[in-house]
């Protein structure tokens, strides 16, 4: 009998045991995200790995060492709070090094994310830039007047530095890391030139008053130049091994303005293989709209992409959809001609780089599920960047970790009217071909585990609660936030959502005001408890992005298939498992040419494809760099899309003539000869590299802007959903325009102090 009982009492715990093993998935799914309140504003955050630093717009600094969920006040040895910081730094080879900028009081750095600090021996600093592949090696900026600095160099993260003898320092960048090995310092020390030895010598590329600024992209470097007219002009190296000091890779740019005043010059991008360069005509529209051109594969040559695109003094609505190279979604001014202030916009999506746009497809149902009826002129129109400035509604959202996935604020009809406040929130599982219904009203939004997760909370409205979708939007479920400093429960006016960077982790920041206390707060939400399981191999499925145009699912003439997870697979994916499975050229056709400089699209259609006719303004034949007995080519009024690899099918061969015996040379006396497009081979096919940006909420964006009397270059780091920290450097220029032959204008701005 007693031992029936034991058997009994054991049989009983083992069925006990299974049932509560075959529960725990679900308890696991059914537990809530965990939250926290922290009575903070937010400038700016920076990552050290899962280490975060927060700076305040007072300048003090918070850290986190469990992905934003809680932070903590930083004080030095003494006990005396890091404080008066402008900046945060952190070194893109060893993360746990970092620097924390300040230009009032002592700067601070940290080689071990923060769990010491020591101070830097160095006043009046104003601008550091770290090695991008050197680890604790910096350059800075410091004891700047009115037009220049002098030059400090540290090879150890800030404690001991080497002062440059001259105090000439107008600009100072470190070559980037596709230009060799060895520490470059290329900028203006009076002239433009380059340093191979950290600043103890200077060869000049530019003489004296030959130059008056610069900027460094990603992969162009862009100086202004004065010719041997007095006329200043844009100069662009395609950076490749060690030219950056090769004064022969300078080239001039072409732009075909016409008769129509340059204003302002903006760099928006230049990482799908062309330079993407926005341009203001006059001083009223330097508030509303510009001209977006686009360059040719060595950024020399620019044709109009967009003409009208909205933009609010050089913040242009031109959004990346970050993961996919090519693929760019902006706002045109509709009624531009008009006397107006309430102008309308309407937002179009490129998938050639910016060579053919399309208008965003409306949803088929509205958010209750009844069908909408969207014919002719009406389509989807979303907020841009350029809205950041007057009003809470963030830009169209993606993540290269979230491949395909968008969030943007708009309204479905022929327009968007500046003041309309009539907006909902729409998204895209197909990076932007079809769109569909979110929530009603304008809110702001975040993806996280690699759009796993996303968050959403109104702007227009106070709220005690933020909404998330563990399944694509599929289902929703509301988190109220915790209660606040005084026992009541947090009501928010949303301002922003924050994440770690690349999307990937779980933990998400809720940025806006307390409405009790009147101050700035943060609402922390950890979601890492909330997936029943980790994903495996039968959660993922195989997406390739297209247009739909033609049979063939090609951008930029190949065809790119993801891995990523299904829509309703509700689990936790760890980073890596979303990636590129193939890649392969495709046929070339129409859609991979577009219209070379001098020529305009006359017509468009599936039959015949683009017909390019001349403009007027054709570039000068021969060209004005053209030593005699060298070739150059001559198009036929198309070319290949910049970034396209299709091979075979359509080409439009270029000609080849020499140069005549007695054909003047600029004062570079280089070439300007361009190779014809090959689509009989194209360029061979490899995965996109990996960047800092792609692991960010949104790629890097650099600003060149040229107003009548400055230059101001403004380098925008939109790892803030496309609304990131701007850095400026103004230059005192003067805008000039010349021309080099008839109907055919040129960049020009001219450095009166020089």
Same mark, same amino acid.
Request: hydrophobic content about 35%; some cysteine; overall charge negative.
């Given at each position: 009998?007693?031992?029936?009982?034991?058997?009994?009492?054991?049989?009983?715990?083992?069925?006990?045991? %299974?049932?509560?093993?075959?529960?725990?998935?679900?308890?696991?799914?059914?537990?809530?995200?965990?939250?926290?309140?922290?009575?903070?504003?937010?400038?700016?955050?920076?990552?050290?790995?899962?280490?975060?630093?927060?700076?305040?717009?007072?300048?003090?600094? *918070?850290?986190?060492?469990?992905?934003?969920?809680?932070?903590?006040?930083?004080?030095? +040895?003494?006990?005396?709070?890091?404080?008066?910081?402008?900046?945060?730094?952190?070194?893109?080879?060893?993360?746990?090094?970092?620097?924390?900028?300040?230009?009032?009081?002592?700067?601070?750095?940290?080689?071990?994310?923060?769990?010491?600090? *020591?101070?830097?021996?160095?006043?009046?600093?104003?601008?550091?830039?770290?090695?991008?592949?050197?680890?604790?090696?910096?350059?800075?900026?410091?004891?700047?007047?009115?037009?220049?600095?002098?030059?400090?160099?540290?090879?150890?993260?800030?404690?001991?530095?080497?002062?440059?003898?001259?105090?000439?320092?107008?600009?100072?960048?470190?070559?980037?890391?596709?230009?060799?090995?060895?520490?470059i310092i290329i900028g203006f020390c009076s002239e433009f030139g380059y340093s191979l030895d950290l600043g103890r010598s200077f060869v000049v590329l530019f003489p004296r008053g030959r130059a008056g600024g610069m900027v460094l992209m990603s992969h162009f470097l862009f100086v202004g130049v004065l010719d041997d007219n007095d006329h200043v002009v844009l100069f662009v190296n395609k950076l490749a091994a060690n030219n950056c000091t090769d004064r022969t890779a300078y080239r001039e740019s072409v732009f075909p303005f016409g008769t129509e005043l340059p204003v302002s010059y903006t760099l928006l991008d230049d990482t799908s293989g062309s330079v993407s360069l926005?341009?203001?005509?006059?001083?009223?529209?330097?508030?509303?709209?510009?001209?977006?051109?686009?360059?040719?594969?060595?950024?020399?040559?620019?044709?109009?992409?967009?003409?009208?695109?909205?933009?609010?003094?050089?913040?242009?609505?031109?959004?990346?959809?970050?993961?996919?190279?090519?693929?760019?979604?902006?706002?045109?001014?509709?009624?531009?001609?008009?006397?107006?202030?309430?102008?309308?916009?309407?937002?179009?999506?490129?998938?050639?780089?910016?060579?053919?746009?399309?208008?965003?497809?409306?949803?088929?149902? $509205?958010?209750?599920?009844?069908?909408?009826?969207?014919?002719?002129?009406?389509?989807l129109n979303l907020r841009g960047p350029s809205s950041s400035a007057w009003e809470a509604t963030p830009p169209v959202y993606s993540n290269a970790n979230a491949i395909g996935l968008l969030i943007g604020v708009g309204t479905i009809g022929t327009g968007l009217l500046f003041d309309n406040t009539d907006l909902d929130t729409f998204f895209s599982r197909d990076a932007g071909m079809t769109w569909q219904y979110l929530m009603a009203g304008p809110s702001v939004y975040a993806f996280g585990d690699h759009g796993g997760i996303w968050i959403v909370a109104p702007t227009t409205a106070q709220t005690n609660s933020s909404r998330y979708t563990l399944d694509q939007g599929?289902?929703?479920?509301?988190?109220?936030?915790?209660?606040?400093?005084?026992?009541?429960?947090?009501?928010?006016?949303?301002?922003?959502?924050?994440?770690?960077?690349?999307?990937?982790?779980?933990?998400?920041?809720?940025?806006?005001?307390?409405?009790?206390?009147?101050?700035?707060?943060?609402?922390?939400?950890?979601?890492?408890?909330?997936?029943?399981?980790?994903?495996?191999?039968? $959660?993922?499925?195989?997406?390739?992005?297209?247009?739909?145009?033609?049979?063939?699912?090609?951008?930029?003439?190949?065809?790119?298939?993801?891995?990523?997870?299904?829509?309703?697979?509700? %689990?936790?994916?760890? $980073?890596?498992?979303?990636?590129?499975?193939?890649?392969?050229?495709?046929?070339?056709?129409?859609?991979?040419?577009? %219209?070379?400089?001098?020529?305009?699209?006359?017509?468009?259609?599936?039959?015949?494809?683009?017909?390019?006719?001349?403009?007027?303004?054709?570039? +000068?034949?021969? +060209?004005?760099? %053209?030593?005699?007995?060298?070739?150059?080519?001559?198009?036929?009024? *198309?070319?290949?899309?910049?970034?396209?690899?299709?091979?075979?099918?359509?080409?439009?061969?270029?000609?080849?003539?020499?140069?005549?015996?007695?054909?003047?040379?600029?004062?570079?006396?280089?070439?300007?000869?361009?190779?014809?497009?090959?689509?009989?081979?194209?360029?061979?096919?490899?995965?996109?590299?990996?960047?800092?940006?792609?692991?960010?909420?949104?790629?890097?964006?650099?600003?060149?802007?040229?107003?009548?009397?400055?230059?101001?270059?403004?380098?925008?780091?939109?790892?803030?959903?496309?609304?990131?920290?701007?850095?400026?450097?103004?230059?005192?220029?003067?805008?000039?325009?010349?021309?080099?032959?008839?109907?055919?204008?040129?960049?020009?701005?001219?450095?009166?102090?020089?």
């Amino acid at each position: 009998g007693t031992l029936q009982y034991s058997a009994d009492r054991m049989l009983v715990a083992f069925l006990f045991v %299974c049932v509560l093993a075959c529960l725990w998935p679900l308890s696991v799914a059914q537990q809530l995200p965990l939250a926290s309140y922290a009575s903070l504003d937010v400038a700016d955050i920076q990552w050290s790995g899962p280490i975060g630093f927060l700076l305040t717009s007072e300048g003090q600094v *918070y850290r986190s060492d469990n992905q934003g969920f809680t932070w903590h006040a930083q004080t030095m +040895p003494g006990g005396s709070s890091l404080y008066m910081i402008s900046s945060i730094l952190v070194d893109r080879v060893n993360s746990s090094s970092v620097i924390f900028l300040s230009e009032q009081a002592e700067s601070w750095a940290t080689k071990d994310a923060g769990a010491s600090y *020591y101070t830097m021996p160095i006043d009046d600093i104003q601008y550091v830039k770290m090695h991008p592949h050197l680890t604790g090696v910096v350059l800075g900026l410091t004891n700047c007047d009115t037009y220049s600095c002098k030059l400090a160099i540290s090879q150890d993260l800030g404690v001991t530095w080497s002062r440059s003898s001259t105090s000439d320092w107008g600009q100072a960048e470190w070559a980037p890391t596709s230009v060799g090995a060895d520490p470059i310092i290329i900028g203006f020390c009076s002239e433009f030139g380059y340093s191979l030895d950290l600043g103890r010598s200077f060869v000049v590329l530019f003489p004296r008053g030959r130059a008056g600024g610069m900027v460094l992209m990603s992969h162009f470097l862009f100086v202004g130049v004065l010719d041997d007219n007095d006329h200043v002009v844009l100069f662009v190296n395609k950076l490749a091994a060690n030219n950056c000091t090769d004064r022969t890779a300078y080239r001039e740019s072409v732009f075909p303005f016409g008769t129509e005043l340059p204003v302002s010059y903006t760099l928006l991008d230049d990482t799908s293989g062309s330079v993407s360069l926005g341009v203001t005509f006059s001083q009223y529209n330097f508030l509303h709209w510009g001209n977006v051109y686009t360059s040719d594969k060595d950024g020399y040559h620019y044709t109009i992409s967009m003409q009208h695109v909205q933009q609010d003094w050089g913040v242009f609505d031109w959004v990346p959809v970050l993961g996919i190279e090519g693929v760019y979604i902006t706002s045109n001014i509709t009624n531009w001609d008009q006397n107006t202030n309430n102008l309308t916009s309407k937002t179009y999506i490129t998938w050639s780089n910016g060579a053919e746009w399309t208008p965003l497809v409306a949803p088929d149902h $509205d958010i209750d599920g009844n069908p909408i009826l969207c014919t002719g002129e009406c389509s989807l129109n979303l907020r841009g960047p350029s809205s950041s400035a007057w009003e809470a509604t963030p830009p169209v959202y993606s993540n290269a970790n979230a491949i395909g996935l968008l969030i943007g604020v708009g309204t479905i009809g022929t327009g968007l009217l500046f003041d309309n406040t009539d907006l909902d929130t729409f998204f895209s599982r197909d990076a932007g071909m079809t769109w569909q219904y979110l929530m009603a009203g304008p809110s702001v939004y975040a993806f996280g585990d690699h759009g796993g997760i996303w968050i959403v909370a109104p702007t227009t409205a106070q709220t005690n609660s933020s909404r998330y979708t563990l399944d694509q939007g599929h289902s929703w479920s509301t988190f109220s936030f915790p209660s606040g400093p005084q026992g009541t429960q947090t009501q928010l006016q949303v301002s922003e959502i924050r994440t770690s960077p690349g999307g990937t982790g779980s933990t998400f920041m809720v940025v806006g005001r307390d409405v009790n206390t009147r101050q700035p707060a943060i609402v922390s939400i950890d979601f890492s408890r909330v997936w029943p399981r980790v994903c495996t191999d039968s $959660d993922y499925e195989d997406w390739f992005p297209t247009d739909g145009r033609t049979g063939q699912p090609c951008v930029l003439g190949r065809q790119i298939t993801y891995r990523r997870r299904i829509a309703t697979a509700v %689990c936790s994916s760890p $980073d890596g498992l979303d990636h590129i499975v193939s890649m392969s050229n495709c046929t070339c056709t129409y859609e991979d040419w577009e %219209c070379d400089v001098g020529y305009d699209q006359a017509a468009s259609d599936a039959e015949d494809g683009i017909v390019c006719v001349s403009s007027g303004t054709l570039p +000068p034949d021969p +060209p004005l760099d %053209c030593p005699a007995g060298t070739t150059y080519t001559v198009s036929q009024g *198309y070319r290949k899309v910049a970034g396209d690899t299709c091979q075979g099918g359509l080409t439009f061969p270029m000609t080849t003539k020499t140069c005549p015996s007695m054909s003047s040379t600029t004062m570079s006396g280089a070439t300007t000869s361009e190779p014809a497009p090959d689509a009989s081979t194209g360029s061979p096919v490899t995965p996109p590299a990996e960047s800092p940006a792609s692991n960010g909420l949104i790629a890097a964006v650099v600003v060149l802007s040229v107003a009548l009397v400055a230059v101001l270059i403004v380098v925008a780091l939109k790892n803030k959903k496309s609304r990131g920290a701007i850095v400026s450097l103004t230059n005192n220029l003067r805008a000039r325009f010349s021309s080099s032959s008839p109907g055919y204008n040129r960049v020009s701005f001219l450095d009166s102090d020089l």
